[in-house]
């Protein structure tokens, strides 16, 4: 993905615990929204900003944005701040 903002490789090894990708529960449904939306064509389904400007500023890839979109809908709970 030249030319668009990318988030740092879950399996980058860090502090604690020793993979990002450790965070994340086996069953947890982000696995299936992420295998799912990275085997979708979607220049084909017709997104724009599949393939990156040679000018200006990085955007974000149109897959990554799905994903939280995705993130959002299927567990709007996981995201509200807690009382």
């Not at 069953?27 to 724009?48: A, C, H, K, S, Y």
Request: include cysteine; charge should be negative.
């Amino acid at each position: 993905m030249k030319r668009f903002v990318e988030g740092d490789d879950r399996k980058q090894v860090s502090l604690l615990p020793e993979c990002v990708d450790d965070y994340i529960g086996e069953d947890n449904p982000v696995r299936v929204i992420d295998v799912f939306v990275d085997e979708l064509e979607l220049e084909d389904l017709g997104f724009n900003g599949t393939v990156p400007a040679l000018t200006g500023r990085p955007s974000y890839h149109p897959g990554a944005m799905l994903k939280i979109l995705h993130l959002r809908v299927f567990e709007p709970r996981s995201l509200q701040p807690a009382p």
